[in-house]
């Protein structure tokens, strides 16, 4: 079995989230469809509808979430010592070689990646060019928007 690397802090989060979609979201759905379901015919329920589309949502979700968990790596990025070699877990200081702009990324595992809190998946064109350079390095890869340049300016563990 092929084991997905997470972070702690990223294993933490998720079981965060399927803690409040099993305690919260789930029984606030079944309470919906039950009042929904008390309001006759089924067929033409808009309500009823909304809140069975909503429950198979939170449910594979719950699904998604439960398979991760079960079988993801999770490593403490916290107890890495690589020194100045970026590997899975690493937070990289980047500055663009064409803007002279500064952006800080984690390298993290693919469901714990969210690009609006600086969380890069470990499969992402970037993260791959990243892995095994050291401070100071120059990589070069295919954005969305073309070709990037970036300068590696700082890598840290925490």
Same mark, same amino acid.
């Given at each position: 079995?092929?084991?997905?690397?997470?972070?702690?802090?990223?294993?933490?989060?998720?079981?965060?989230? %399927? &803690?409040?979609?099993?305690?919260?979201?789930?029984?606030?759905?079944?309470?919906?469809?039950?009042?929904?379901?008390?309001?006759? $015919?089924?067929? *033409?329920?808009? *309500?009823?509808?909304?809140?069975?589309?909503?429950?198979?949502?939170?449910?594979?979700?719950?699904?998604?979430?439960?398979?991760?968990?079960?079988?993801?790596?999770?490593?403490?990025?916290?107890? %890495?010592?690589?020194?100045?070699?970026?590997?899975?877990?690493?937070?990289?200081?980047? *500055? +663009?070689? +064409?803007?002279? &702009?500064?952006?800080?990324?984690?390298?993290?595992? &693919?469901? *714990?990646? $969210?690009?609006?809190?600086? %969380?890069?998946?470990?499969?992402?064109?970037?993260?791959?060019?990243?892995?095994?350079?050291?401070?100071?390095?120059?990589?070069?890869?295919?954005?969305?928007?073309?070709?990037?340049?970036?300068?590696?300016?700082?890598?840290?563990?925490?």
């Amino acid at each position: 079995m092929n084991r997905a690397p997470m972070t702690k802090k990223g294993a933490e989060r998720l079981r965060k989230e %399927l &803690d409040r979609l099993k305690s919260e979201e789930r029984p606030r759905i079944i309470e919906a469809i039950a009042e929904a379901r008390a309001h006759g $015919d089924l067929k *033409e329920n808009a *309500e009823y509808h909304a809140a069975r589309e909503q429950q198979s949502f939170i449910e594979g979700r719950i699904n998604e979430l439960e398979a991760a968990l079960s079988t993801a790596q999770v490593i403490d990025t916290s107890t %890495l010592n690589a020194g100045n070699k970026i590997v899975f877990g690493a937070i990289v200081d980047l *500055e +663009d070689e +064409d803007s002279g &702009d500064e952006v800080t990324y984690q390298i993290v595992g &693919d469901l *714990e990646a $969210d690009i609006k809190q600086n %969380l890069i998946a470990v499969t992402s064109p970037i993260a791959r060019a990243l892995i095994g350079r050291l401070e100071g390095d120059s990589i070069e890869f295919e954005a969305p928007r073309g070709v990037k340049n970036y300068e590696i300016i700082g890598v840290r563990y925490e």
